[in-house]
């Protein structure tokens, strides 16, 4: 019966998982905007921080990058691709939550430790990403156009490093679902490690012999 059982819970687990995601998913076009308000904050500070004319704004369910002309009207850019990092989050929900044998307090803190750390995580490649969008943007403006809008003693370059392109496609493909998988192993470290590494079997040793004129006790 045991051993039925422990084959059995993997699958349960994952049916847990998959039930939690495929939820989460559905209504994640709800959820997002909550979720990228928590890092578009550190991304706006990051260019202001640079005095660049460029904030994110959260409008209907979008993502804009609006730019603020010299005439003090506002050019907004629809930016994409924010949504692949993001999904990490009802990733991480679904995996917390479908781990046996924990209670509500260790979900709890590691969800909101999970959520913070990956919220400042992806705040920067927000800011990465932006960086990439503006450069674009300012390489195709006249130099008049370019100079008044900038503001004086602004060093910005306009040339994009092609490292920067590919750190954001590796963070989004791969970085993220490792980070996210290595933080819930040593999270749940204590279950699942021995299981990978199981202790070696411990012997019973007979007690030595009484020395040489002295009689052992009475088992």
Request: glycine share 6%; with cysteine; hydrophobic share 50%.
């Amino acid at each position: 019966m045991t051993e039925r059982l422990l084959t059995i819970a993997p699958f349960a687990q994952l049916g847990r998982f998959a039930a939690v995601a495929g939820l989460l998913l559905v209504c994640w076009d709800y959820l997002s905007p909550i979720y990228l308000a928590t890092h578009i904050p550190l991304a706006n500070h990051l260019l202001a921080w640079e005095h660049l004319p460029f904030a994110f704004q959260l409008h209907e369910n979008q993502l804009l990058l609006a730019c603020r002309q010299p005439d003090g009207s506002l050019h907004r850019f629809l930016f994409t691709g924010h949504d692949i990092p993001s999904l990490t989050i009802a990733v991480a929900i679904a995996l917390f939550v479908a781990t046996p044998g924990y209670g509500i307090r260790w979900r709890l803190s590691w969800l909101a430790g999970a959520i913070t750390l990956f919220s400042l995580l992806n705040g920067l490649i927000l800011y990465a990403g932006a960086l990439l969008t503006i450069r674009d943007y300012l390489a195709n403006l006249p130099a008049d156009h370019l100079r008044q809008l900038l503001p004086a003693g602004a060093e910005f370059s306009v040339d994009n490093p092609p490292a920067l392109d590919r750190l954001i496609g590796l963070w989004s493909i791969w970085g993220s679902p490792a980070l996210l998988l290595a933080l819930w192993f040593f999270a749940a470290r204590d279950r699942y490690l021995p299981r990978i590494l199981p202790s070696a079997p411990t012997t019973r040793s007979d007690p030595p012999p009484p020395p040489p004129g002295l009689t052992a006790p009475a088992q």
